[in-house]
């Protein structure tokens, strides 16, 4: 089950105009979190905004082997966003997780990370748990320019990464599916590949990992509102006729066949 509780905020940093990094002490949620889930965040108890925002966890924090807390990455791009841009390091705030299913994480099989943007997150989380678990990844990054891609966060939690910018201020120029393609060819029989952030982005990463015969699990983004399946805010089409599925219930982590990217 989720827990509800408050979260304290112990650092905040601007990465860039839009997007900030939030580490908050909450060792309860920090302790059952897995790579691929999230937590609904408040910028307050106040009823405006009404609904809280979900957010991908982007890696756990410990003192001496211990979780106390996690980090999120976070873009205003909203009321609600930008009412929790506005807090302050010792400020408190309303959080409910982990939320959603997770990537299970398997050191004896290497994963192929694609991520973009703030959808760097379920990445990082499962580099840092495959890190702690001695196992194998490759993590390719990309933005549409160098502040767009926050290796400095990835740093912090040891994890690197392969960058590629649209406009090429940092790393390759390109879009990080441009690079997937020879990497998934370079990999070992056991692949997976996990991919997270825009919508087009991670169709691209299943229809090339489909033309390989590679497995594709995909953490999928949608707005919502509850984060517990019963707003309906955050549906998906299945394939196979099963209709819709939530991405708070059947998801985040879903595979990536599965998903009709055209409804």
């Known amino acids: 089950m989720p827990l509800v509780t408050k979260a304290k905020i112990i650092a905040k940093r601007q990465l860039n105009a839009e997007e900030f990094a939030l580490d908050l002490r ?21 009823i405006d905004p009404l609904t809280p925002r979900p957010l991908s966890v982007f890696a756990r924090l ?32 309303p959080v409910t997780g982990p939320l959603g299913n997770h990537l299970e994480i398997n050191p004896s099989r290497r994963l192929l990370m ?19 678990a001695g196992g194998d990844y490759a993590l390719l990054y990309g933005g549409c320019s160098r502040d767009a891609v926050h290796l400095a ?20 120029r390109g879009l990080v599916t441009d690079i997937l393609a020879p990497q998934l060819k370079s990999g070992p029989d056991n692949l997976l590949c996990f991919a997270c ?16 015969g590679i497995d594709c699990a995909c953490s999928l983004e949608r707005y919502m509102a509850c984060g517990i399946g019963v707003c309906l805010s955050c549906i998906y089409r299945n394939k ?4 819709y599925h939530t991405c708070c219930q059947e998801g985040p982590v879903v595979d990536g066949l599965e998903v009709d990217w055209d409804a």
Do not use: H, Y
């Open 153 to 172: 966060e990835l740093e912090k939690i040891d994890v690197e990464a392969i960058a590629v910018t649209e406009d090429g201020s940092l790393g390759r």
């Open 62 to 93: 410990s003192d001496g082997g211990k979780p106390i807390g996690f980090t999120l990455i976070i873009k205003t791009f909203g009321r609600g966003t930008r009412a929790v841009a506005q807090r302050n390091v010792g400020d408190l705030l």
């Open 197 to 212: 952030g825009p919508w087009e982005m991670m169709r691209r990463s299943a229809e090339i990992c489909a033309a390989g």
């Open 26 to 46: 909450c060792p309860e949620i920090a302790a059952a979190a897995k790579p691929g889930q999230f937590v609904m965040l408040r910028a307050s108890e106040a």
């Open 114 to 132: 694609v991520a973009g943007g703030t959808g760097i997150a379920p990445a990082a989380f499962a580099a840092q748990e495959l890190n702690r």
């Open 240 to 243: 196979g006729g099963e209709g």
